[in-house]
């Protein structure tokens, strides 16, 4: 059975702070997808990460994935205000099937 | 170009009555799915359609939860009975369904609330 874990749960970080949050897994695996979701509001998609040693960068996110490892960072870079909001990891296994979710990380950026 | 669409966004309901949920996957898009989120669950996976394959339904859980998807688009999860435990944001998803194409774009849920 495919687990998803994510740590920290919980963050909160200052604004111009960098931080980055993990999320592991528990089966081979090469597709890995990060959302973003704001309190009320549905999923958005942030990355999608198809093979080892992707790297994609967004503003002032970063997401890796090492598939050797079963590990993808999100990187937060200078983190300012608008990035408060919480953050999914999830894998399939083999594309064009359900996501498995992290439990999230709640980011709270503050001043 | 429209994105998926779900109605209603809300919906209270009492205990032991049926709902009915709809979702709007994006035009063209044959893989659609229906995941809950909820407090103490997080996001679960509920069921998928792909095409004119049989749906995997080995999220649903219970016998209580049902869906369907006519004519290869729309697509209703019904909930009979409701409890309590059924109270949770529905949310629904559709992707390309291609080799290359499975990044799953989302609605915007459907909140119920069972009294």
């Known amino acids: 059975e495919l687990k998803v874990e994510q740590n920290p749960l919980f963050l909160s970080m200052q604004e111009g702070k960098n931080y980055t949050i993990y999320c592991n897994y528990s089966?081979?695996?090469?597709?890995l997808y990060w959302y973003r979701q704001d309190p009320g509001k549905s999923l958005e998609s942030l990355f999608v990460?198809?093979?080892?040693?992707a790297v994609k960068q967004e503003g002032r996110l970063m997401a890796s994935l090492d598939t050797k490892a079963r590990l993808s960072t999100l990187h937060i870079t200078a983190a300012v205000h608008d990035l408060s909001a919480t953050y999914f990891c999830?894998?399939?296994?083999?594309?064009?099937?359900?996501?498995?979710f992290g439990k999230g990380t709640r980011l709270s950026v503050i001043a | 170009g429209a994105g998926v669409s779900q109605s209603p966004s809300n919906k209270v309901t009492e205990k032991g009555k049926d709902v009915e949920l709809r979702c709007d996957p994006i035009?063209?898009?044959?893989?659609l799915y229906w995941y809950r989120q909820s407090l103490g669950q997080g996001l679960e996976f509920l069921i998928y359609?792909?095409?004119?394959?049989?749906?995997?339904k080995s999220g649903l859980p219970s016998d209580r939860f049902s869906a369907e998807r006519t004519g290869g688009s729309v697509s209703t999860l019904t909930i009979q009975r409701t409890q309590q435990e059924d109270s949770a944001v529905y949310l629904c998803?559709?992707?390309?369904?291609?080799?290359?194409?499975?990044?799953?774009?989302f609605g915007p849920g459907t909140r119920l609330t069972v009294t």
């Open positions: 990460l198809l093979s080892n040693g």
């Open positions: 999830a894998v399939d296994i083999t594309g064009n099937t359900p996501l498995v």
């Open positions: 035009s063209g898009h044959t893989a």
């Open positions: 089966t081979t695996s090469d597709r």
């Open positions: 359609f792909q095409g004119n394959s049989a749906p995997d």
């Open positions: 998803a559709s992707s390309l369904g291609g080799m290359l194409a499975y990044e799953q774009y």
